[in-house]
């Protein structure tokens, strides 16, 4: 059976990565948003990342989507558009497909180069499966491709990706969702929950370093991409659980005073003085059903696992 795939760049980055860096040194607190992690490396070193032992969501997730496969088919219906932003590997992905059986399935990524190679081997994989990939920025828009086929939708979002953004963003993520699934989406979607601190603090400085790595590559990019002057060796990595916020931050934290150079722009950096680069908050049911609730969906059902470390959640969309 001859493969179906077709791709689509919607150019998805509205803020140059050139100009986030300026603008985010910028700051008195310096900040640059986590999607800019996903260049090619990037994404394979998060890739890496969910291989660690001590990040829990993928191994945990991966489970509880193999034992409840068949279960929210027989909620969701066979059929549907399945949708997924920021697919990655499509690793799993591929856990619901055969329970599934989707009318097409389209993958968002915001690296175009990862997502045309992900989206190749997934359309040989699954023959039957007309696969349509949307190069996006998917915390700004959804865009649809033309070639989808009309039915009921299904967005899956699984990997607690929705803690990466701040509590306001989420909720517009969520109405963004709602509107692109219509009036007769779901919604399929995995959090992590709030636990032990020690817990926590591992899974984001995992021993084999990948994590640091993956951070620390953000400057490696903009030394490669921007020509930024900066060299990675003075500075490290520095995650924690900010547990009156409710969120794990990650920082690339100065180890000396330097002066970082970007074209015809100077920045001074303290010893000791940050680059905030992600924040990954944590939801109890509850806070995660209000939300929900708030941004247009009401649930159908969800599944806690039996350590409490992880949710998933299949919601409907409401009037």
Known sequence: METLVTFHDYKPE???????????????????PPKFFYDERGSKLFDKICEQPEYYPPSVERRMLLRLADEIASLTGTGRILIEPGVGSAAKVRLLLNALQPAAFIPMDISFDYLKSVATVLAREYPWLPVHAACVDFTHSLPIPQQTPHGPRLLFFPGSSLGNLHLDEAAKFLEMVRETVADDG???????TKKCETLLNAAYNDAAGVTAEFNLNL????????????????FKHHAFYNAKIGRIEMHLVSKQNQEIRINNHRFNLERGESLHTENSYKYTPEEFLVLASRSGFKSIRHWVDDDGLFAIYLLEARD
């Not at 509205?14 to 640059?32: N, P, Q």
């Not at 400057?219 to 003075?234: A, F, K, S």
Request: hydrophobic share 40%; charged share 25%.
């Open 186 to 192: 779901m919604l399929l979607i995995g959090v992590d």
């Open 14 to 32: 509205t803020l140059s990565f050139h100009d986030a860096v300026i603008e985010g040194f910028s700051r008195e607190r310096k900040y640059i």
């Open 219 to 234: 400057l490696h990019r903009m030394h490669h991409e921007l020509g930024v002057d900066c060299n990675p060796i003075t």
